[in-house]
T-cell receptor
């Protein structure tokens, strides 16, 4: 079965510092991988997705993620954190073998940005 | 374009009571998902509809949870009777059709507290 592990439930960075949120997945087939962001009392918003094209994926709000098959990782980065980036971030994998689009989510990482 | 609508936004009930949640997906979206998000965890798929048919309900506790999508548009999710462990945010999402390459758009969720 596919699964997603997000390393670190809480990450704290200073404004202007590099953001790195870690995600590792397990999958028996080439995966579709996603990063979502959730602001308080809101639904999830798609940041970016990997669909077996370019391994470096650029998303909204200056975020990007790199797919590394050898490491089964899909870490999310942003060169310079803004206060508005404070939110919860979820990595997810899709069960491509069934083609239903069902998403398996990690447990989430809360990003705190300090002034 | 209007997003996914959900109501109510908040609900507090006592255990053993029943509750129902409503979701109106984005117009034209054939696929509708209900996710359960327990505090501190990532969302977990409960049920997926394609039009008015069920694609996946493998993780729906069918002894107490039920869902329907009459006419392939709006959907309701019901819990009867509720248990303390059902306290969670219930997220509805929709996509153009099923498949991992189609983005899922999430509603704001319904926060359920069972006392």
């Amino acid at each position: 079965a596919q699964s997603v592990t997000q390393l670190g439930s809480h990450v704290s960075v200073s404004e202007g510092a590099l953001v790195l949120l870690r995600c590792n997945y397990s999958s028996s087939v080439p995966p579709y991988l996603f990063w979502y962001v959730q602001y308080p009392n809101q639904g999830l918003q798609l940041l970016l997705k990997y669909t077996s094209a370019a391994t470096l994926v650029k998303g909204i709000n200056g975020f990007e993620a790199e797919f590394k098959k050898s490491e089964t990782s899909f870490h999310l980065t942003k060169p310079s954190a803004h206060m508005s980036d404070a939110a919860e971030y979820f990595c997810a994998v899709s069960e491509d073998s069934s083609n239903t689009g069902k998403l398996i989510f990690g447990q989430g990482t809360t990003l705190q940005v300090k002034p | 374009e209007a997003g996914v609508a959900q109501s109510p936004r908040y609900k507090i009930i006592e255990k053993r009571q029943s509750v129902a949640f409503w979701c109106n997906p984005i117009s034209g979206h054939a696929t509708l998902y209900w996710y359960q998000q327990i505090l501190g965890q990532g969302p977990k798929l409960l049920i997926q509809f394609q039009n008015n048919g069920v694609v996946d309900d493998s993780q729906l506790p069918k002894d107490r949870f039920s869902a329907e999508r009459l006419k392939g548009v709006d959907s309701t999710l019901k819990i009867q009777p509720a248990k303390l462990e059902d306290s969670a945010v219930y997220l509805c999402a929709s996509s153009w059709t099923s498949g991992p390459s189609y983005e899922q758009y999430f509603g704001p969720g319904t926060r359920l507290t069972v006392t």
